[in-house]
């Protein structure tokens, strides 16, 4: 049987396969649905069942990719109880206390892009590779990242000063075109600190 999901084949030949699966990954071939990442050998993982034109077998996810993204799937494998007596698997109350705070993380996700104090001094420029000072002024854009065939757009810190180089790079999404608008109506500093660090990023071509 392949890891990266069942073998469709194999899988034919047993029609009567649970529409769940939670067990420790036996291998680490397999692949997330959810993160796209690899699934390690010996962790949770959540199997649903896919029936498709080619055969029969599951799709797997790591459990805590799962409860944030498809709890509802998760919950139907605890009242299904599809795991092997004498596994341990977190309480369901766990999962879905999970999946709220994913749920409130994304709430409160500040548009990009935005100008902040940086909470410490353990940030780094994503530009420069250069520390940022803990109450600094530093930008926050978005840089394309890829999870297999997905593509998306993730928060990074950057200097002042190191915007326009940013804004170059061939992975930036964040636009010039508007740019000092939404940086000002994202942003929830005083006019004056905007005013401050606009002035540090200087002026932006479109």
Same mark, same amino acid.
């Given at each position: 049987?392949?890891?990266?999901?069942?073998?469709?084949?194999?899988?034919?030949?047993?029609?009567?396969?649970?529409?769940?699966?939670?067990?420790?990954?036996?291998?680490?071939?397999?692949?997330?649905?959810?993160?796209?990442?690899?699934?390690?050998?010996?962790?949770?993982?959540?199997?649903?069942?896919?029936?498709?034109?080619?055969?029969?077998?599951? =799709?797997?996810?790591?459990?805590?990719? &799962?409860?944030?993204? *498809?709890? %509802?799937?998760? @919950?139907?494998? /605890?009242?299904?109880? $599809?795991?092997?007596?004498?596994?341990?698997?977190?309480?369901?109350?766990? =999962?879905?206390?999970?999946?709220?705070? &994913?749920?409130?993380? *994304?709430? %409160?996700?500040? @548009?990009?892009? /935005?100008?902040?104090? $940086?909470?410490?001094?353990?940030?780094?420029?994503?530009?420069?590779?250069?520390?940022?000072?803990?109450?600094?002024?530093?930008?926050?854009?978005?840089? %394309?990242?890829?999870?297999?065939?997905?593509?998306?757009?993730?928060?990074?810190?950057?200097?002042?000063?190191?915007?326009?180089?940013?804004?170059?790079?061939?992975?930036?999404?964040?636009?010039?075109?508007?740019? %000092?608008?939404?940086?000002?109506?994202?942003?929830?500093?005083?006019?004056?600190?905007?005013?401050?660090?606009?002035?540090?990023?200087?002026?932006?071509?479109?």
């Amino acid at each position: 049987m392949a890891e990266e999901d069942s073998n469709p084949s194999q899988a034919a030949a047993e029609p009567e396969l649970a529409p769940y699966l939670l067990e420790s990954a036996r291998s680490s071939r397999s692949k997330c649905r959810t993160c796209r990442r690899k699934i390690d050998k010996d962790t949770l993982r959540l199997g649903i069942l896919l029936e498709g034109p080619f055969g029969t077998g599951y =799709l797997w996810h790591h459990l805590l990719c &799962a409860a944030r993204r *498809r709890l %509802e799937d998760v @919950e139907a494998a /605890y009242e299904q109880h $599809a795991f092997a007596e004498g596994l341990t698997v977190p309480p369901l109350a766990d =999962l879905q206390a999970l999946k709220e705070k &994913a749920e409130k993380a *994304r709430e %409160e996700r500040k @548009e990009l892009p /935005y100008v902040e104090r $940086a909470p410490s001094g353990r940030s780094k420029c994503k530009n420069c590779g250069k520390p940022i000072a803990q109450d600094a002024l530093r930008v926050v854009l978005a840089r %394309e990242v890829s999870f297999g065939s997905q593509v998306r757009a993730t928060p990074i810190n950057v200097h002042p000063k190191c915007v326009h180089a940013e804004l170059e790079s061939e992975d930036c999404m964040t636009e010039v075109d508007g740019f %000092e608008a939404q940086l000002r109506q994202n942003s929830e500093l005083e006019a004056s600190v905007m005013d401050q660090a606009l002035a540090a990023i200087g002026a932006l071509e479109s």
